[in-house]
């Protein structure tokens, strides 16, 4: 070792006491560098050509399985639509104390007015009260109702201000007075027949400070109707929303104050600030309570509160049949509560299939591994002919054999095993699922065991007879813990597969025989509570995983083999 | 070594025959009849059906007719496990998921034996083949040897009267071979037990074995103890399969004396002993040993018949001397001659006189 590095340091460092650093060093090549180093320079090449070879699979995996899959898990938290939807909303009720019992005050409810407004334009309250109706029912139609009936509230000032002056009821005057005087020139110049794009609104420099809340639901409009309706803005009239902005602005204001501001309209501004005082004014609070009084419900508030966050962990709560009440976390009502009873049905369910698996798949593949090779091939193709028949089929056919009338309980019936009025129901339960996926799931079970036990040779089996075991100690001593990593390698198959089956379950389970994926899937394509899919889901595949780890830890992942 | 056999049928082969698909024998006629005691081997080509005899003694393979007897009672119908015979398997058959001494201790549990019995003899038995500190092991843990030491222990552990081998030392290399045999022998001829052992090497036939039958076709050729079976066989085949050795074609021109004249097929004569011929005019093949093989004429009896022969080849493997002749038209010829101070080299194309003792060539069936 001490000559290797004398000769190393004799070539490239000159000095003693570069020598003694390496002596202690990493081992160094040939020129001075260290070796792993170099090492690692020379096989860098080989490991660039070997992830070439893998690149396109890998990118496709990444593209098509793994980013589809965090995508969804992301949205089991995500929870952005309610303060996106309601951004003033949410502020404010972040300081209202549930505890307190009664609903929040006026300015929420005037900040709910304005979000709600500018929703229903956009068309997203429907969309946010589908997503709180999740939480809790009947927000939907309140969202829905509200939605209809905000316009009629904003038009009382609309009204009032049109009736004042002329000047408010036209667009174009809006636009003066609110845009920059460049945009005016730019949208005279702008001929809306061309192919040209509208020019894009720009409020007017300084009108923000005169008008702030008018300013803000204003450019929000003109945005709106320019980006997301392509209207030509020069045609419009404002939103009613605009108008109760001015009314707030214009109520706060001194009248004074317009006079520095030189354009069209200061005049009728200011005449409109004297005159607000006289204005009959909206009590939203009233308003909404007219429209529907569960917006005096505690809860509805309670609910929009605590689902405010970005980011929630109420999916998690729901798929494991709680909510957030008011203390933390809660469990759901008795009668509310579907899904720890549909998780471990599941479980129990995968693991009767799994077992059954093993207890029908073990012979089959016994008899598979051990007969001469043109039988085994004959049976091997029995065993792989479900795989070549749709599982559509497959599972079809199980409906036409279990159903009331269907062939077994006719047999049973013709050999009077069971009286004609006692037939055994075989279909759209528990029985129905086990029956049916327990074939299907068949092969999962034989192919893995019959490819360790192909490896097992008959000779144990005779040197434990010569050794005077029976032929029942003989196979449970020596062969059985031999067949063990088979037996694994199915179940985990056979067991992963069946806590995700679908369609299936769908088809002849009934109501008591439905798994858990069949709920993701109604959330997925039926209720379209996506976060709600995606956290069962999450779950699903957390439970997967950790049983998984169990069985590393208890078996061993070494000892499942599906081959060799 | 020189035992003496006690005949007296403790393991008996009755006219056995077996067949696999009804169509042709794997085993024809056997009749066989081990003694106690006795070390016996069956030595044979693959597919001579030695193994086969082997299993139907096990009990893993039925006699398709004729009567396995041990110990004086029919054993056709009892099934493996009740045989109490031990076995020693080719490729070993130690349990993987066990450890060594649960391996050693399985017979004696399936045999309910009790707990510190078991101990006691897992722990005698591995001390037998000196692996008495690996009881705890796994037999993946172990090399090929060691796994053949812990094989023979379990076939030995539960104290059959009776243990067969499988070609127990196909799998080792030449040295633990060599060595393996030695050491089964011993362990064999200590406990006294009996041991059928199947092979088709014939040096291991050879060294271990009281007996050796020679297989081929499913027929025994040639019964007999290893000296005998080698310098004096029966047949053609044993001639042929048991050691190196020197073939001539020829016919018999006349018998006088217990010595054969033939005339080989180039004209030239030899003597012979008659093993296989009868008569004059009968063809034969006449087998000599290449050690057998005299350079020394005067050594020869008065009137013994020679023969020319050229050198083709010399090869010096040390203790011998192997040289390639070409006699009477075999150009395969072999001799070997000890490597002694006074020994002849001869050089390639050089030509020699050989001879023989009359009794060392043997006219076989041709």
């Known amino acids: ?564 | 070594m020189s035992k003496t056999v006690t005949d007296d049928g403790f393991v008996v082969f009755d006219r056995v025959q077996k067949s696999y698909d009804g169509e042709t024998l794997v085993v024809k006629d056997l009749n066989l009849s081990i003694g106690k005691g006795e070390f016996l081997t069956m030595l044979g080509p693959s597919g001579s059906g030695k193994t086969t005899c082997l299993m139907m003694l096990a009990g893993f393979e039925t006699a398709t007719h004729g009567d396995i007897l041990l110990d004086g009672k029919p054993i056709n119908n009892i099934s493996p496990h009740k045989r109490g015979i031990g076995m020693v398997f080719q490729n070993y058959a130690l349990f993987p998921h066990m450890t060594i001494a649960e391996n050693l201790a399985f017979p004696l549990e399936v045999r309910k034996m009790s707990k510190s019995d078991r101990e006691a003899k897992v722990a005698r038995a591995l001390d037998m083949v000196q692996m008495g500190s690996f009881g705890g092991r796994r037999p993946a843990q172990l090399s090929g040897g060691q796994q053949q030491r812990v094989a023979l222990s379990r076939a030995l552990v539960f104290e059959p009267d009776l243990v067969l081998m499988d070609e127990p030392l196909g799998a080792l290399d030449k040295q633990l071979r060599e060595h393996m045999q030695f050491e089964i022998k011993h362990i064999a001829d200590n406990l006294g037990i009996t041991v059928v052992y199947v092979t088709h090497d014939q040096t291991e036939a050879l060294t271990m074995s009281d007996r050796v039958a020679v297989f081929e076709d499913g027929r025994i050729q040639q019964l007999a103890p290893p000296d005998q079976l080698y310098e004096e066989p029966q047949n053609s085949f044993v001639a042929q399969f048991i050691g190196e050795n020197n073939t001539l074609q020829g016919v018999v021109k006349e018998i006088n004396k217990g010595i054969a004249l033939v005339q080989l097929d180039d004209g030239s004569l030899i003597d012979a002993k008659p093993v296989n011929v009868s008569k004059p005019g009968e063809r034969t093949q006449v087998s000599i040993r290449p050690e057998r093989v005299e350079f020394d004429m005067s050594r020869l009896n008065e009137g013994a018949h020679t023969l020319k022969a050229e050198v083709l080849e010399f090869i010096y493997m040390g203790d011998i001397f192997r040289t390639r002749l070409r006699v009477a038209g075999n150009d395969n010829f072999i001799v070997k001659t000890r490597n002694a101070p006074d020994q002849v080299r001869l050089q390639p194309g050089q030509t020699v006189e050989i001879g023989w003792q009359a009794e060392d060539c043997r006219a076989l069936d041709a």
Not at chain 1, 32 to 43: C, E, F, V
Not at chain 1, 239 to 246: K, P, R
Not at chain 1, 315 to 320: S, V, W
Not at chain 1, 509 to 538: C, E, K, M, P, Q
């Open chain 1, 1 to 564: 070792m001490s000559d290797v590095n004398d000769a190393t340091t004799a070539k490239t460092a000159p000095t003693p006491d570069d020598g003694l650093k390496i002596a202690d060093g990493p081992v160094l090549a040939a020129d001075g560098t260290p070796l792993k180093k170099s090492l690692s320079r020379a096989l860098r090449v080989q490991k660039l050509r070997a992830l070439a070879l893998v690149a396109p699979l890998l990118i496709f995996v990444l593209v098509t399985f793994i980013a589809p899959i965090a995508d969804m898990l992301f949205r089991s938290v995500e929870n952005e639509i309610v303060s996106e939807t309601l951004p003033r909303t949410t502020d404010l009720l972040a300081d209202w104390d549930a505890e307190s019992g009664t609903p929040p005050g006026a300015p929420v409810f005037k900040a709910l007015f304005k979000d709600i407004f500018e929703a229903q334009e956009a068309k997203l309250h429907t969309r946010l009260g589908s997503r709180l109706n999740y939480e809790l029912t009947g927000v939907s139609s309140l969202f829905r109702k509200s939605g209809r009936k905000v316009e009629d509230m904003a038009e009382v000032y609309q009204d009032q201000f049109e009736k004042l002056d002329r000047f408010w009821k036209k667009g174009e005057n809006w636009n003066t007075l609110m845009g920059s005087d460049a945009w005016n020139a730019d949208m005279a110049g702008w001929d809306p027949k061309s192919d040209d794009k509208q020019p894009k609104f720009e409020l007017r420099d300084g009108i923000d400070v005169f008008l702030p809340a008018t300013s803000e639901s204003f450019a929000n409009y003109a945005k709106f109707t320019q980006v997301e309706d392509e209207d030509n803005l020069a045609k419009k009239d404002p939103w009613a929303l605009v108008y109760s902005s001015l009314y707030d602005d214009l109520q706060r204001a001194e009248p004074v104050t317009f006079a520095g501001l030189k354009v069209a309209g200061a005049a009728e501004l200011s005449e409109a600030a004297s005159a607000v005082a006289d204005f009959e004014t909206v009590n939203f609070a009233e308003a909404f309570t007219k429209i529907d009084k569960d917006w005096q419900d505690v809860e509805v508030w309670r609910t929009i509160q605590a689902y405010s966050p970005r980011y929630t962990n109420g999916y998690f709560l729901n798929a494991i049949d709680m909510q957030k009440g008011a203390d933390g976390p809660e469990m759901r009502p008795e009668n509310q509560q579907i899904y720890l009873t549909l998780f471990w049905r599941t479980m129990v369910m995968s693991i009767v299939i799994t077992v059954s698996c093993i207890l029908l798949g073990y012979p089959v593949a016994w008899l598979l591994a051990n007969l001469p090779a043109r039988t085994a091939n004959l049976l091997m193709i029995l065993v792989l002919l479900p795989f070549w028949t749709s599982l559509l089929v497959r599972t079809s056919a199980w409906k036409v054999m279990l159903q009331h009338q269907g062939v077994v309980n006719e047999t049973l019936v013709w050999l009077g095993i069971v009286a004609t009025d006692d037939r055994l129901a075989l279909i759209n339960n528990q029985t129905g699922t086990i029956i049916a996926m327990t074939h299907i799931l068949l092969p999962f079970m034989i192919l893995p065991l019959y490819s360790v036990m192909a490896t097992v040779p008959q000779t144990y089996l005779r040197a434990a007879k010569s050794l005077g075991a029976t032929n029942w100690t003989a196979f449970w001593r020596v062969y059985f813990p031999q067949s063990v990593p088979g037996i694994g390698a199915g179940s985990i198959l056979v067991f992963i597969l069946s806590i995700g089956y679908y369609i299936t379950p769908e088809i002849v389970g009934g109501t008591s025989g439905t798994f858990i994926s069949n709920r993701i899937a109604y959330h997925i394509s039926s209720s379209l509570n996506w976060g709600l899919g995606a956290a069962l889901g999450a779950i699903l595949l957390a439970a997967v995983l950790l049983l998984y780890y169990a069985y590393d830890k208890i078996v061993g992942i070494d000892n499942v083999k599906l081959g060799g």
